[in-house]
């Protein structure tokens, strides 16, 4: 289950940057990814795998071509989350940060940052849920992924129950581990904003 750190990495960090440059509506760049966002919404996980594995080089390696279909998958949704999140924060924030004395990159350490992580956080962490349980499309092929480690088990001994359940358990434990986290994160950096609008 190697890929879905490095899957969920890549894609936080592809969507993010995207997010950042299509706020910025550059006229040429942000059509190309509207295109990129409409295309991968419509296009299904699993074709993008076998397009990634039989189409593209990757030199017939599931493992690459798993990730690499994974990164653009979510990253087209992560790209959009993060866009809407930079434009929900007020603007009027930054000037107000501004006029505090505040340079770039205070103002979006203490101002933006924050209000980002607030607003995002919750749909990200959906999306990663989402990536965590496409990774059993790698099995189609030929990446030996958990579930295709069950089916081999069950082959061999005969018992299904067990080894699906300690599947679906191991599946759970990450999706909720990740939500835990984000919401450990979610709360310090309320905290955060709390305690400095005290210190005011």
């Known amino acids: ?5 490095i899957a969920m990495f890549l894609a936080l960090f592809v969507g993010i940057i995207l997010g950042v440059i ?11 990814l509207s295109l990129y966002i409409i295309t991968m919404r ?12 039989f189409v593209l080089n990757t ?10 279909a994974l990164v653009v998958s979510n990253g087209a949704y992560i790209t959009e989350i993060a ?3 930079i434009e929900a924060v007020d603007k009027r924030q930054r000037e107000a940060a501004k006029s505090l004395g505040l340079n770039l990159w205070q103002s979006i350490y203490y101002i933006i940052m924050p209000q980002f992580i607030l607003l995002v956080s919750p749909a990200i962490v959906g999306q990663l849920v989402l990536l965590i349980k496409a990774t059993a499309y790698a099995s189609v092929i030929g990446y030996i992924e958990l579930i295709k480690m069950g089916v081999n088990l069950m082959q061999a001994t005969f018992l299904p129950l067990p080894i699906f359940f300690y599947s679906a358990v191991f599946y759970f ?10 919401d450990y994160i979610d709360s ?3 905290m955060k904003i709390m305690g400095e609008k005290k210190d005011y």
């Open 59 to 68: 030199g017939s390696d599931p493992r690459t071509a798993a990730i690499l």
């Open 83 to 85: 866009r809407g999140g």
């Open 188 to 190: 310090n950096v309320r």
């Open 42 to 53: 419509g296009v299904p996980t699993i074709l993008l795998m076998f397009i990634c594995y």
């Open 173 to 182: 434990i990450a999706c909720h581990s990740l939500k835990k986290i984000a």
């Open 22 to 32: 299509r706020s910025m509506k550059i006229p040429v760049i942000n059509q190309i």
């Open 1 to 5: 289950m190697a890929i879905i750190p």
